[in-house]
């Protein structure tokens, strides 16, 4: 069996992790712990042998909204969290053994490979970041802090095997590295079936709106209404009373779907949204993320890619989008990532799944 365990800090790493679970053998059994819901792995696990078990062993970053973060919060609960993951450490650890668990993977809590040594079971680190890649540069030297970063380095230390999903970070507390493929989910486009489901003009221009369920503070969403023939998808109720912007059931539509449906994305820049864009050739169009380290490796592949379109935080706060919106299948995209990083992190798993 291999145990994967996935953060549910926002549901960027659930698709990366899915996409790397499709690939692996159907005869395989897999058992996924995680805070992220069952349906969410439920359509493309089929034909898998296959369990979910709700648990969450880290908390990622504490948001005040779609783009910042509340640091002693996030500290606070991750401490929490600690001492909670130190109580369970030696049940979750003969569990492993027990289960007959040939490989853990984790994407991207650190205890899962703490427990995985202490169960001489190999551990796998997979992800662009680590949490302590996160949090080092928001709480800097501060010493009331330096206790959860410790637990974070040595249980990262712990990891049989680190594959680093581009583009990504140094991740230094990670050892035995290698750097993979992008991790991406191509879609097809279901435009018509969108535009006859929400009663749209066919005719329209369609746009994504992904800024997590947080929303942003402060936006008055009303003036989209400004932008005539164009069509505004979200997934989160962000807003209310606004004639053309559409809140989509996320349960029934597929993510990397709607990505291929629309003209683009409008958003925050996340590892997941970064990977879809890539895979289905829809540019995204994004803001500066407050406090995220790792921002400026997605915006570096981004203006690689050329079809990122940058926007200022207050351009895009003040929803000055009509410029941006112009032009965009006249952006180049250029082949600059392999985009089989799903099939490389699963050979990979398999290799040591077999040993």
């Given at each position: 069996m291999i145990v994967y365990y996935i953060s549910a800090h926002g549901f960027g790493h659930a698709a990366r992790s899915l996409e790397v679970l499709r690939h692996l053998p159907q005869d395989v059994p897999?058992?996924?712990?995680?805070?992220?819901?069952?349906?969410?792995?439920?359509?493309?696990?089929?034909?898998?042998?296959?369990e979910h078990v709700a648990a969450e062993f880290d908390c990622g970053m504490v948001q005040q909204d779609g783009m910042r973060v509340d640091v002693a919060r996030t500290m606070e609960l991750y401490r929490r969290i600690c001492r909670k993951n130190q109580r369970r450490f030696a049940a979750e650890a003969a569990w492993l053994r027990?289960?007959?668990?040939?490989?853990?993977?984790?994407?991207?809590?650190?205890?899962?490979?703490a427990v995985a040594k202490e169960a001489a079971v190999p551990g796998v680190a997979l992800g662009n970041f680590t949490w302590h890649d996160i949090y080092e540069p928001v709480i800097g030297e501060n010493p009331a802090y330096r206790d959860v970063m410790e637990i974070l380095r040595e249980e990262y230390s712990c990891a049989t095997l680190s594959l680093l999903t581009q583009p990504h970070l140094a991740m230094s507390a990670l050892p035995h590295q290698v750097s993979t493929p992008v991790i991406t989910r191509a879609g097809r486009s279901i435009r018509e079936e969108l535009c006859r489901e929400l009663e749209i003009d066919p005719a329209s221009r369609l746009?994504?709106?992904?800024?997590?369920?947080?929303?942003?503070?402060?936006?008055?969403?009303?003036?989209?209404?400004?932008?005539?023939g164009v069509e505004f998808l979200t997934l989160h109720n962000i807003a209310e009373g606004v004639s053309n912007l559409h809140v989509l059931p996320s349960a029934r539509w597929h993510h990397p779907d709607i990505t291929a449906s629309v003209e683009a994305v409008i958003g925050k820049p996340g590892y997941g949204i970064v990977g879809e864009c890539l895979g289905n050739g829809t540019p995204l169009i994004y803001t500066s993320r407050e406090q995220f380290a790792e921002y400026d490796v997605l915006h570096d592949a981004l203006q690689r890619w050329g079809a990122?379109?940058?926007?200022p935080p207050e351009r895009f706060?003040?929803?000055?989008?009509?410029?941006?919106?112009?032009?965009?299948?006249?952006?180049?995209?250029?082949?600059?990532?392999?985009?089989?990083?799903?099939?490389?992190?699963?050979?990979?798993?398999?290799?040591l799944y077999r040993k």
């Amino acid at each position: 069996m291999i145990v994967y365990y996935i953060s549910a800090h926002g549901f960027g790493h659930a698709a990366r992790s899915l996409e790397v679970l499709r690939h692996l053998p159907q005869d395989v059994p897999l058992l996924v712990k995680t805070g992220v819901p069952r349906w969410f792995f439920e359509q493309e696990l089929a034909g898998h042998q296959w369990e979910h078990v709700a648990a969450e062993f880290d908390c990622g970053m504490v948001q005040q909204d779609g783009m910042r973060v509340d640091v002693a919060r996030t500290m606070e609960l991750y401490r929490r969290i600690c001492r909670k993951n130190q109580r369970r450490f030696a049940a979750e650890a003969a569990w492993l053994r027990e289960s007959g668990a040939r490989v853990v993977v984790s994407d991207t809590a650190s205890f899962p490979l703490a427990v995985a040594k202490e169960a001489a079971v190999p551990g796998v680190a997979l992800g662009n970041f680590t949490w302590h890649d996160i949090y080092e540069p928001v709480i800097g030297e501060n010493p009331a802090y330096r206790d959860v970063m410790e637990i974070l380095r040595e249980e990262y230390s712990c990891a049989t095997l680190s594959l680093l999903t581009q583009p990504h970070l140094a991740m230094s507390a990670l050892p035995h590295q290698v750097s993979t493929p992008v991790i991406t989910r191509a879609g097809r486009s279901i435009r018509e079936e969108l535009c006859r489901e929400l009663e749209i003009d066919p005719a329209s221009r369609l746009f994504l709106i992904y800024v997590g369920k947080q929303g942003l503070d402060g936006v008055d969403w009303k003036r989209l209404e400004r932008m005539a023939g164009v069509e505004f998808l979200t997934l989160h109720n962000i807003a209310e009373g606004v004639s053309n912007l559409h809140v989509l059931p996320s349960a029934r539509w597929h993510h990397p779907d709607i990505t291929a449906s629309v003209e683009a994305v409008i958003g925050k820049p996340g590892y997941g949204i970064v990977g879809e864009c890539l895979g289905n050739g829809t540019p995204l169009i994004y803001t500066s993320r407050e406090q995220f380290a790792e921002y400026d490796v997605l915006h570096d592949a981004l203006q690689r890619w050329g079809a990122g379109v940058f926007l200022p935080p207050e351009r895009f706060a003040a929803l000055d989008w009509a410029g941006s919106l112009q032009g965009l299948d006249r952006l180049p995209r250029r082949d600059v990532f392999a985009l089989n990083g799903a099939e490389f992190c699963a050979d990979r798993i398999m290799q040591l799944y077999r040993k």
